[in-house]
Nanobody
Framework: QVQLVESGGGVVQPGGSLRLSCAAS????????MGWFRQAPGKQRELVAA???????NSADSVKGRFTVSRDNAKNTGYLQMNGLRPEDTAVYYC??????????????WGQGTQVIVSA
């Protein structure tokens, strides 16, 4: 059974930091691309950052320079380090694991989400 479990969310003041974790099981973690998405109340879910199986990363313009996505394959865990948090970063954050081979999606799984609240 595939399972992705996010953790590390919480309430922080503007300018603070959090590190989100996504623990994966039931998949060959080193072969998946991992994305972090967020959904604020009343807003569409959006991609925040992603990391490929090869370690290449990308992030949304709104978080570049502040958020860093990484992975530890030995621990089957992905991370999102969030620095310089702003109130507009408030959202439920979800991790996603995808394996695509020649246009075929082999895996596409989501975690349950972890809440991040940035408020003074």
């Amino acid at each position: 059974q595939v399972q992705l479990v996010e953790s590390g969310g919480g309430v922080v003041q503007p300018g603070g930091s959090l590190r989100l974790s996504c623990a994966a099981s039931g998949i060959i973690f080193r072969r998946v691309a991992m994305g972090w998405f967020r959904q604020a109340p009343g807003k569409q879910r959006e991609l925040v950052a992603a990391i490929t199986s090869g370690g290449s990363t990308n992030s949304a313009d709104s978080v570049k320079g502040r958020f860093t996505v990484s992975r530890d394959n030995a621990k089957n865990t992905g991370y999102l380090q969030m620095n310089g948090l702003r109130p507009e970063d408030t959202a439920v954050y979800y991790c996603n694991a995808v394996r695509v081979l020649f246009g075929t999606t082999l895996y596409d799984y989501w975690g349950q989400g972890t809440q991040v609240i940035v408020s003074a």
